[in-house]
């Protein structure tokens, strides 16, 4: 046995990371182990930051192509993907490298390798055995594979073949109208792409209010986005002159076919235990391939942990980060506590949509009575003034309680207004509370105080 501590932490991604970091702070000997040769997990070098970094600069791109004349900037736009790449990986390197500093200065143990449990009190990584008396299992999720298409991350990709193309391809074939297909779709198209997305539902970005799906659907296609909803796709078969796609209607009929450059592949993401030695300590996988835990993160084993994509819950970076915070101080002995209720999604499209709590969707089966209060970017000065007017904020307040249930925005910085609505609805806030908190102006979040007071039919501009 080489070396004994307090907690192994397995998987050094947002959830991972952050966990070993905190149970660090809190003084308990930590050691977080990792596979890849970089922390960071998928998050970090091959999903929310690489496409990040491309959606910044793919928007620069198509900014400079189509919006500067209107601003009176004549420009000569011409596209250097190689350096555009470059940066996405300095972006990135600079991240992982940063949380091993960080590692540093909290004293964290960081282990390469794959680490497997071996023992209830033991985890083994290439050989070596390591004492603990708590793991936390934070090994994230993998790509979920579709019957009849093999990925081979060049005609047919994933999101990290996605990240990586090395030219613009003519059309993108993306097979799911989710969060991957529709941030990266936007990736490429602004590049140049024709983009097709098929997708198995009616909707795109199932799980998001409906209203506002709708419209960003309505808005992706005035980009130039083409949907076939309603499709389940057979098979996408790679030859020298491209990729041909064979999809037929969902609620069955003719099979139709397209031809492809590039087919990303995007139905969602599974839990990722392989090699992970659950059987070792008696423990297995639910149905959904899923760790299951109890309200304290902990696994039929009691010292054995887990958090983040592996388990239940929206698959998302800072979902993983508070419960990694929340399982240290859980160890160490302190009261954590994650309201699942209030956990933002934010799509980083242009515009951007952002949502927490409830859709409307929600509230009407579970027979919650309640208002609504919108209002559109049109109407806000601040958008006028910087000419991005698509988009509304939606805000849903209890019937009778005013208090704020859900708020819903498509719109410039959707992504950062939100936090506005989290803070607000943490603490309980009603649609008169946030509607008589004085708002900046002119700000894009001026339109949230508004659909504030539209809930009880009192907006100012409009
Ligand atoms: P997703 O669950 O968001 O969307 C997958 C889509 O594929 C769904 O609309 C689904 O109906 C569709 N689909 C499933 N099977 C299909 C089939 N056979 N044919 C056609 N369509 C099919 O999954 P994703 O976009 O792959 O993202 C994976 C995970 O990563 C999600 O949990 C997401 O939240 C997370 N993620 C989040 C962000 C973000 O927060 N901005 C960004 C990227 C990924």
Known sequence: MSES??????????????????????GLKTACVEKRGALGGTCLNVGCIPSKALLESSEKFEDASHSFAAHGIDAKVSLKLDVMMARKVDVVTKLTQGIEGLFKKNKVTYIKGLGTITGKNEVTVEGTKYATKNIVIATGSEVTPLNGITIDEKQIVSSTGALELTSVPKH????????????????????????TVLEYLDRVTPGIDNEIAKQFQKTLEKQGFEFKLGQKVTSAKPSKAGVEVTFEPAAGGAAEKLNADVVLVAVGRRAYTDKLGLESVGLTTNKRGQIDTNAHWQTAVPNIYAIGDVIAGPMLAHKAEDEGVAVAEWIAGQKPHINYNLIPGVIYTHPEVATVGKTEEELKAANVAYKVGKFPFMANSRARATGQVEGLVKIIADAKTDEVLGVHIIGPQAGNTIHEACVAMEFGASSEDIARTCHAHPTYNEAVKEAAFAVAGRAIHM
């Open 5 to 26: 501590f307090d907690v192994i932490i397995i998987g050094g991604g947002p959830g991972g990371y952050v966990a070993a970091i905190r149970a660090a702070q809190l």
């Open 172 to 195: 993108l074939v993306v097979i799911g109208a989710g969060v991957i297909g529709l941030e990266l779709g936007s990736v490429w198209k602004r590049l140049g792409a024709k983009v």
